[in-house]
């Protein structure tokens, strides 16, 4: 989970430091997933926030870096 809190912030800031750590914060997520099977608990829950923080920093640099496109293709208009 911290590092998909970190991939947010970092891919609001610099896209090549939030998106690798995202996918960290992903493939982490998934392991931890598949290590507390036997197990339910409050485990589950930080390793599925772990990759909803993952996507959300993969996703935001992707929308952030195509609303800047577009301004600066149609801003001036």
């Known amino acids: 989970m911290v590092l998909g809190i970190v991939s947010i912030l970092g891919g609001v800031c610099c896209v090549v ?3 690798p750590l995202a996918i960290g914060a992903v493939v982490t997520g998934i392991l931890g997933i598949s290590q507390v099977k036997d197990r339910p608990g409050q485990d589950r829950a930080m390793a599925i926030a772990g990759i909803v923080c993952g996507v959300l920093g993969i996703i935001l640099p992707v929308v952030l870096f195509l609303s ?10």
């Open 17 to 19: 430091v939030g998106v």
């Open 68 to 77: 800047q496109f577009g301004f600066a293709l149609y801003g001036s208009r």
